[in-house]
């Protein structure tokens, strides 16, 4: 018996599609009619190489995509981005939703001094039993 997201099938990316956090690699970005026919829709549409299929951006992830990608979606396609279902995003009573992962820059520590690294290996060297 098919379960509801094998017949409900759509030509764009869903969230049942990510099973896991996905890296894509972008082909382009194009303003697309994505309505009915008779009913013209335009929508911002990102595609992908390979076999995924493109994704219609909405306010949060149009922001989320030039963060990541750079602010001239020109310059997207070849770039990689990280796509997750999101089960804590709620829409008309739906739980889950397409967010992009958006990496943070972490600085690196600073190296220990020769006194701080002595004392650390003589704490792990020192194992009461």
């Known amino acids: 018996m098919p379960e509801i997201n094998e017949m409900l099938v759509s030509n764009y990316l869903q969230k049942a599609d990510l099973k896991q956090p996905t890296r894509i690699t972008v082909a382009g970005c194009e303003n697309k009619d994505i309505g009915k026919e008779g ?6 549409v990102v595609s992908f190489e390979g076999q ?14 030039f963060a990541v990608l750079g602010k001239n979606s020109d310059d997207w396609a070849g770039k990689q981005i990280i796509l997750y279902n999101d089960m804590t995003v709620e829409y ?11 990496q943070m820059e972490v600085a690196d520590a600073p190296a220990a001094t020769d006194d701080e690294a002595e004392r650390a290996k003589a704490e792990t060297d020192e194992i009461p039993f």
């Open 39 to 44: 009913e013209p829709e335009l929508r911002w």
């Open 52 to 65: 995924y299929k493109p994704l219609i951006l909405n306010v949060t992830n149009t922001k989320a995509f």
């Open 92 to 102: 008309q009573g739906k739980m889950g939703g397409i967010r992009v992962y958006q």
